[in-house]
């Protein structure tokens, strides 16, 4: 009878604090999205949670990732709600195939849905067979989920085949959402007592008073978030490659080449994660390449202005501009080519500055330099003081003592020189 009353207890302290648990995700759907979903939904099971309320902003993103997230809805046994907020907020593309997977799918105001035709991983129209193909998949593969939550399957279909977008009222008007809700109390105030299947099982909703907890990004998903800006990716990339290019020019420094293969490594992560046309990245790394080689073998601009033209039209090709993730714009592409073209011309001016100068040490140093001849000199040899030192030297006309010679050549230990005239 104690051990009954204990675990009585338990349970009714258990269920007297139950929370709802909203996560906010506001940027493109990729695999950091799913590692958040999935702990946003972990943290609710442990913790005994009511409802998990996923507030959305987002223009699409990885189909893969999609199907991730809906796995994670479906198999949950806790009410899952998708709530796109806040106002002028969208679900796009993959978010409106997540918003609709949902057991409750809200929208506040001005807020729109829907544009979830599949594009290729470079962000580019599929070829025609290859397009039917995906289609036909996701049109089978939302049609079952929009049968299974009650919702419009023909207009969902739509959203895939001929990219309608809806706004707030006219999807809840076409059944596409349930409902529109101007904030996170007033969603809550709505779907209280409402009564959903979940997994074969009748819930209703009794959240009224239920303490709300927020579960925000972790610093590794904030960062992982952050690097799929193709802003970000841009940048990292051209430091990269700088980085390299000052270890190549300037052997031993370190630190350039360290921060350049670091850069690097998450340039190509973020790549990775944005789907990017890799025949820009290859441009970008080709006028790179231009500039070293113009760097290291002076030719008066020319490998450089091919670097110029090379990297500009990498980066106008590397993100296409209806991209889920958004595009590179012209005014960052711009500055960003003017100082590479600059700032090369000036190291490839310099470097041919310093290929034309005389050598300032060892024996090449010696050439131009003038010296005194200690004794007659003529072409079997003779001695000139150089410095404090006493030099072999030679000449094709004869030479007096104490004239004043240049020295015009070294050969081994051995100085040409020349008479100059006062």
Known sequence: MKKFLVLLLLFIFKFSFAEVFVGKWNDAITPTTVDYVKRLVEKAERENGKAVILMLDTPGGLDTSMREIIKIIQNTSI?????????????????????????????????????????????????????????NDMVAFVSAIAKEKGRNSEIIQKMITESVNLPSDEAVNKKVVDLVAKDLNDLIDKINGKKIVKNNREIILNLKGDKIVFVEKSFKEELLSFLSNPTVAYFLLMIGFYGIFFELYNPGSIIPGTVGLISLALALYSLNILSVNWLGVVLIGLGILFFILEAITPLFGGLALAGTISILLGSIILLPSDSPYGDLSLSVIIPVVLFSAVFFFIVSYLSLKVHKEK????????????????????????????HGELWNAYSDKFIPAGSKVKIVEVNGLKLKVEEVKE
């Open 359 to 386: 050598p300032k040490t060892g024996i090449e140093a010696m050439v131009g330099d003038i010296a005194e001849a200690v004794s007659d000199i003529d072409k079997k040899g003779g001695k000139v003081m150089y």
């Open 79 to 135: 009410p899952f709600v998708v709530f796109v907020y806040p106002p002028g907020s969208r679900a796009a593309s993959a978010g409106a195939i997540i918003t609709v997977s949902a057991d409750i799918a809200a929208m506040a105001p001005s807020t729109n849905i829907g544009s979830a035709s599949p594009v290729s991983m470079e962000g580019r129209d599929i070829e025609e067979t290859m397009k039917k193909k995906v289609v």
